[in-house]
């Protein structure tokens, strides 16, 4: 190889490109015979190894370029050029300790080379030593005060150690020493905000617009900090000439929607987030910035003038809403209406963020697992049906969740949708329904997950009575429909009740055999303890699970008729606060 090498230093002068192609050819064919293992000592010279880890390096190969590298370094231990290449292209292969280790030794043969120490900095800094890398960095802004850049790139180490103070002196100082950019008074600007400068950072961004008064992206900046300090009319003028230099600027548009609410117009920033929707239709974040601008339209559009509103309605005589032409129509209509808030309540629900998500996965699990870990020790390793605490305390945690949520959603439904209870569409037992079915589908998806779970650590989950199960589940969710209709209609009454149905809700969890079966209380106890309907229901789910389980106090009708009477209950108490339920208090 060498004599290749040589071969092409003597030959007539040609192309450059030519020849480094020639170069990479040679390189890369050495390279193949030390990976086939066949023993080549044709490169013994230091400069040959150079030449070829550069080219190596050029063409995107820092792994076979660094052996070259490393072997030009140790056959010249003394040349910093060849040290100082080799770190970087450790650097460039991802090894940032070599690369520490090469470019230290090449700075103790050139301290002062303001190269080797900004190389040095970014690895010292990929390795997680920030203050170093700072410190190395500040010494090359020293040695070269008059390049701007080292000084620049330390106040952004400083910046990432969230050293804010000592970055924005760093680049006080450079730009006095020197013509500054634009782009040094808008990165001040950026650290005086993290500084919590507000007004300062709006001085120095109006420096950078002075100096480089069609950057786009420094009147959109200057718009966010006008907007910070509250002067709507400045920031929207900033924000609509970032526009017109770059009409392509996505960010600017997505903050003119901002600033437009700030101001009060929210048809011009429909208008606008329309625009910026139909641009990048595919951006989740312009999707979830329409649909706020949907619910503030809809509140301002209820609150605005609402006493003159309401008392128009209180003189109006009642009209009979449209009906339609048949009954088919009818229910199609109410099955769109339904499924529709059934889609909105599981999209801001779980749509925009997934810890509601997790927390819903969570929640049994947490219960099932403290109930297990705890009732492990106090009875003494033996769960009282079953071989498994875990799967015990889960055919019980299970149907109490869904009547939980069922009684508390199912109270708070009508109020969280009362701005569109104005659409005569929309009646307060459509939100109700749909609620309900929202916590069914929810339970089913988490009770299917967890099944697996258990089925892949060796429990088996098949219930032995699939009917019993099917059937407990039916008239849990009846009974907690009904229970909730029951508390929609009560919390209507103020937040008194509320706390009433929470102690129930919490009373239920311990008087409904959800960590014991009645067969462990007294008999005077367990007469009380059978009046409560849930407690039938939880005894029904684990008989479908449990083959050796048949309680004799288990009334599954009367289970099923006070399920059916609540259920029957709150549907008419809906009916008749239909009203006052669509009145926004």
Request: glycine share 6%; proline share 5%.
């Amino acid at each position: 190889m060498r004599d290749e090498l040589a071969q092409n230093a003597d030959s007539t002068p040609v192309d450059p490109g030519i020849a480094l192609s020639r170069l990479t050819e040679v390189a890369r064919r050495e390279a193949d015979r030390q990976a086939a293992g066949v023993a080549d000592a044709a490169l013994q010279d230091a400069h040959d190894h150079r030449v070829a880890s550069g080219a190596l390096l050029q063409e995107g190969d820092a792994q076979l370029a660094l052996p070259h590298a490393l072997q030009a370094t140790e056959l010249v231990p003394g040349n910093a050029e060849y040290a100082h290449h080799a770190g970087i292209v450790a650097a460039a292969a991802g090894d940032h300790a070599k690369a520490v280790e090469l470019l230290t030794r090449a700075l103790q043969l050139e301290p002062d080379n303001t190269h080797m120490l900004r190389c040095l900095a970014y690895s010292a800094e990929q390795l997680g030593a920030a203050a170093i890398s700072a410190q190395l960095v500040l010494r090359a802004y020293r040695t070269e005060p008059g390049n701007p850049n080292h000084g620049i790139e330390a106040a952004y180490i400083l910046a990432r150690m969230g050293r804010w103070s000592d970055a924005v002196g760093l680049l006080r100082l450079v730009i006095e020493r020197g013509p500054a950019t634009g782009d040094v008074h808008r990165a001040l600007s950026s650290f005086l905000v993290q500084d919590k400068n507000i007004a300062a950072a709006l001085t120095e961004i109006d420096k950078a617009i002075a100096l480089e008064p069609t950057r786009a992206e420094f009147h959109l900046h200057r718009s966010w900090l006008l907007t910070q300090l509250g002067q709507s009319q400045i920031a929207y003028e900033a924000v609509e000439e970032a526009i017109r230099l770059d009409p392509d600027l996505l960010v600017a548009r997505r903050h003119m929607v901002t600033v437009l609410v700030e101001k009060g117009d929210v048809s011009a920033a429909m208008r606008e987030g329309a625009a910026l929707l139909a641009r990048a239709p595919d951006e989740p974040e312009y999707a979830s910035c329409m649909r706020y601008l949907l619910d503030v339209r809809d509140s301002s559009t209820i609150a605005k003038d609402f006493n003159s509103v309401a008392a128009a309605k209180a003189l109006a005589p009642p009209r009979a809403p449209a009906l339609p032409s048949s009954l088919r129509q009818a229910l199609q209509l109410q099955n769109r209406v339904i499924m529709a808030l059934v889609l909105r309540d599981i999209r801001g629900r779980y749509g925009e963020s997934k810890i509601g998500f997790f927390w819903t996965l969570m929640e049994p699990f947490i219960h099932v697992g403290f109930l297990a870990v705890v009732f492990q020790f106090t009875m003494h390793g033996t769960p009282p049906l079953g071989q498994n605490f875990f799967f015990f305390y889960f055919t019980g945690v299970m149907p109490y969740l869904l009547l939980s949520h069922l009684i508390l959603h199912i109270g708070h439904a009508v109020r969280g949708i009362r701005p569109l209870l104005q659409l005569p569409v929309i009646m307060p037992s459509d939100a109700i329904l749909a609620k309900a079915i929202v916590e069914l589908f929810t339970t089913a998806v988490i009770f299917v997950l967890f099944s697996v779970l258990f089925a892949a650590f060796g429990i088996n989950p098949i219930p032995v009575h699939p009917l019993d199960v099917l059937g407990a589940f039916a008239l849990v969710w009846m009974l907690g429909t009904g229970l909730g209709a029951m508390c929609a209609t009560l919390f209507e009454f103020g937040s008194l009740g509320e706390q009433f149905v929470n102690i129930i809700v919490r009373a239920a969890y311990f008087a409904s055999g959800i960590f014991y079966v009645p067969a462990m209380m007294p008999v005077w106890v367990r007469n009380i303890l059978v009046y409560n309907p849930f407690l039938h229901l939880i005894d029904l789910m684990r008989r479908g699970y449990f083959a050796d389980y048949q309680p004799a106090w288990a009334d599954v009708p009367y289970a099923a008729l006070v399920a059916l009477f609540s259920l029957v209950i709150g549907t008419a108490l809906i009916l008749a606060f239909r009203r006052s339920m669509r009145t926004i208090k």
